[in-house]
């Protein structure tokens, strides 16, 4: 399995994308031993349509069009679900046991997502009730699939 984060727009150099590289460097470590085979970042070009519709339909298709067959696909959206980091793990765990060979975690752009990445997802997931940037989300993200990798592999780090 792998898990790989499509992302509208690019992160700039600087201590954010330092944080998220980190994050991303332990789990793709800590998840060889669980059989993750990668966590990688597909950072795909913001829409420059007038219309906050049409940026959100354009920025759809390209996100859909970049997913890989098969994949399970999580998007990060203000009204999903709000889980706690176990449910999270256990949840990730369990498309693992059942043999799904990616599982695709979407942030929108700045519009948030179309109507079509919403209508193919599998799990509409909320960092909260708080709205975070972009950046941000990415590096909350990132920690969380950390986070839910030492959960699965009894690492100490998540401590209850």
């Known amino acids: 399995m792998r898990f790989s984060l499509y992302c509208i727009g690019r992160m700039k150099a600087g201590a954010d994308k330092d944080l998220f590289d980190r994050y991303v460097d332990r789990a793709r470590k ?22 906050p519709d049409d940026r959100k339909a354009e920025e759809a298709r390209g996100l859909i069009a970049a997913l890989a067959g098969g994949a399970r696909l999580v998007v990060l959206d203000e ?22 060979p990616e599982v695709a975690f979407v942030i929108g752009g700045a519009d948030g997502h179309g109507p079509d990445v919403l209508a193919r997802a599998d799990l509409k997931l909320a960092l909260g009730a708080m709205t975070w940037p972009h950046q941000i989300a990415r ?22």
């Open 79 to 100: 009204n999903g679900k709000n889980l706690t980091s176990a449910g999270f793990s256990g949840r990730l765990g369990a498309w693992k046991d059942e043999g799904v």
């Open 139 to 160: 590096i909350l993200l990132a920690e969380q699939i950390y986070r839910a990798m030492t959960i699965q592999s009894g690492h100490p780090y998540h401590r209850v």
């Open 30 to 51: 800590t998840g060889r031993g669980l059989g993750i085979t990668d966590v990688g970042l597909h950072e795909l070009p913001e829409s420059r349509a007038q219309r």
